[in-house]
Nanobody
Framework: QVQLVESGGGLVQTGGSLRLSCEAS????????LGWFRQAPGKQRELVAR???????VYADSVQGRFTFSKDTAKKTIYLQMNSLKPEDTAVYYC?????????WGEGTLVTVSS
């Protein structure tokens, strides 16, 4: 019984920045992995950034150096800071939280980058 609530999406011009947030609530014990994914219209959902429980954050090549994944354990919140945004970053962004080997997804927040 876990819910993930996302916020921070919106419309931004090329080169702008946005910060996405994802707050978890419910019974949270044993987090195995955290991640951000995105899905553009007509395309498959793809990995943006992932933090396994036993490693460092990994980023997709397309966002490396522009996006930063962070977390606040006390607030049970993860963030995705997105800088130098490009039109190809336009997508619905989803947070992902694997808790006790169960896969939970946020509802998604739309990021639109105008050219």
């Amino acid at each position: 019984q876990v819910q993930l609530v996302e916020s921070g999406g919106g419309l931004v011009q090329t080169g702008g920045s946005l910060r996405l947030s994802c707050e978890a609530s419910g019974s949270i014990t044993g987090t195995n992995a955290l991640g951000w994914f995105r899905q553009a219209p007509g395309k498959q959902r793809e990995l943006v950034a992932r933090l396994p429980s036993d490693g460092k954050t990994v980023y997709a090549d397309s966002v490396q150096g522009r996006f930063t994944f962070s977390k606040d354990t006390a607030k049970k919140t993860i963030y995705l800071q997105m800088n130098s945004l490009k039109p190809e970053d336009t997508a619905v962004y989803y947070c992902n939280w694997i808790i006790s080997y169960m896969n939970y997804w946020g509802e998604g927040t739309l990021v639109t980058v105008s050219s």
